[in-house]
Each structure stands twice: as structure tokens, then as C-alpha cells.
């Protein structure tokens, strides 16, 4: 069965940050806020910096009834979607998907002590280990760049700032965003930490 991960996100209203936390209480904040008008909320995965989707209609007990309903069809199991199996492999979390290989990779597998299919896991999770610093600074890279793409695209220095974003130029981009409005500037610096780990 899936788990689903709690999302945390953070709303704006224009350029001013109204709250952070799980998507519920973040979500009746807006609702909240955007009942007192103003500019349009906007709110974003704290992880990937998406956008997320809310359904403001109705009553408070209303939204939070629809991000219940979507958070339970995320959960449900991969399983009841597809057709059940026959006899064989345990439900394990393994899943059969197609590699490509020249035939010489296959020659070298079918050598290793397991099989194929337990060398490749150990090679994937061999990778996985490897890259993993330069994965958590790719991914908030990325984030960081969707976030000042939606709230800072038209702010000075914009193209100079994702420039050094990605060259991993922690002083130059604290520079850039400087001038930029408090909670947009404080938000980028919390997206973008782990993208200068590196460097």
C-alpha cells in the first residue's frame, strides 16, 4: 500500500508570504485570506516549489473534505488499479519493468552471483548512494528556479540571479536577490541552501 507523504507548502498572497506548514491548516489560511480579497494565493510544495492546486468552494469543512478525498486516491494501492497477478513473484514492491541491454551486458549479469536482477539493484542502489549529494543539489536548484520563475520572473536581476543559482555562487545570488520583497527573498534562501552545499 502507498503511503502518502505529508506535503508542507507555503502560501502567498501577491508577494507576501500568509502561512507555511501542512497543506490543511495552510490551505484555511488562505481561504481565509483570500475571503478578505486582496491579490490572488498562490501556494507551493515546499519540496518541489509546484504549484498546488486547492478548491476554495464552500465551507472550510468542504475544502478540507476534497484535499482528504485526493490525499486517500493518492494512497490507494497500485494493485487495485491494475489487474491481479497469477501465481509467482510475492508482493514484494517489486516491480517488472523492461530493461535494454547489448548483449554483452546481459552475458556479464547473468555471471553475477544473484542474477540479473539482484545485481542490477545493487548497482542502482550502489548509484543512488554516489550521486546523492549532487541529487539534493540538483533538486534544489530546480525547486528554487520554479519558485523565483512564478514569483520573481519580472524582479531586477532575475536572469543574473539564476545564473549564479547554478553556478553554485552562494555570495553572488545572496547579492542579486538582495533588493528583492522580504518574504519572496526569504523563501528563495530557504529553497536554495542545499543547491550551495557544494560549493
Given at each position: 500500500?502507498?503511503?502518502?507523504?505529508?506535503?508542507?507548502?507555503?502560501?502567498?498572497q501577491?508577494?507576501?508570504r500568509?502561512?507555511?506548514?501542512?497543506?490543511?491548516?495552510?490551505a484555511?489560511?488562505?481561504?481565509?485570506?483570500?475571503?478578505?480579497?486582496g491579490?490572488?494565493?498562490?501556494?507551493?510544495?515546499?519540496?518541489?516549489?509546484?504549484?498546488?492546486?486547492?478548491?476554495?468552494?464552500?465551507?472550510?469543512s468542504?475544502?478540507?473534505?476534497?484535499?482528504?478525498?485526493?490525499?486517500?486516491?493518492?494512497?490507494?494501492p497500485?494493485?487495485?488499479?491494475?489487474?491481479?497477478?497469477?501465481?509467482?513473484?510475492?508482493?514484494?514492491?517489486?516491480v517488472?519493468?523492461?530493461?535494454?541491454?547489448?548483449?554483452?551486458?546481459w552475458?556479464?549479469?547473468?555471471?553475477?552471483?544473484?542474477?540479473?536482477?539482484?545485481?542490477?539493484?545493487?548497482?542502482?542502489?550502489?548509484?543512488?548512494?554516489?550521486?546523492?549529494g549532487?541529487?539534493?543539489?540538483?533538486?534544489?536548484?530546480?525547486?528554487?528556479l520554479?519558485?523565483?520563475?512564478?514569483m520573481?520572473?519580472?524582479l531586477?536581476?532575475?536572469?543574473?540571479?539564476?545564473?549564479?543559482?547554478?553556478?553554485?555562487?552562494?555570495?553572488?545570488?545572496?547579492?542579486?536577490?538582495?533588493?528583492?520583497?522580504?518574504?519572496?527573498?526569504?523563501?528563495?534562501?530557504?529553497l536554495a541552501?542545499?543547491?550551495?552545499?557544494?560549493?
Open positions: 500500500m502507498s503511503v502518502a507523504r505529508t506535503i508542507y507548502c507555503t502560501a502567498f501577491g508577494l507576501t500568509i502561512a507555511s506548514g501542512v497543506l490543511p491548516e495552510v484555511l489560511k488562505s481561504k481565509q485570506a483570500m475571503e478578505q480579497g491579490e490572488p494565493i498562490l501556494l507551493f510544495d515546499d519540496e518541489t516549489s509546484r504549484p498546488i492546486e486547492v478548491d476554495f468552494r464552500g465551507s472550510s468542504d475544502v478540507l473534505a476534497r484535499l482528504q478525498e485526493a490525499s486517500a486516491e493518492s494512497t490507494q497500485a494493485e487495485a488499479a491494475s489487474p491481479a497477478r497469477g501465481p509467482g513473484r510475492p508482493k514484494l514492491g517489486v517488472a519493468r523492461e530493461v535494454t541491454l547489448l548483449p554483452r551486458h552475458e556479464w549479469l547473468t555471471r553475477q552471483p544473484g542474477g540479473a536482477s539482484v545485481t542490477l539493484r545493487r548497482l542502482v542502489d550502489e548509484a543512488r548512494r554516489a550521486s546523492e549532487q541529487d539534493r543539489v540538483r533538486q534544489a536548484q530546480e525547486a528554487t520554479r519558485f523565483m520563475t512564478a520573481a520572473g519580472d531586477p536581476r532575475y536572469e543574473d540571479a539564476t545564473r549564479a543559482l547554478f553556478a553554485g555562487d552562494r555570495t553572488r545570488f545572496g547579492q542579486l536577490i538582495e533588493g528583492w520583497p522580504v518574504d519572496v527573498r526569504d523563501h528563495i534562501e530557504k541552501g542545499p543547491a550551495f552545499e557544494a560549493a
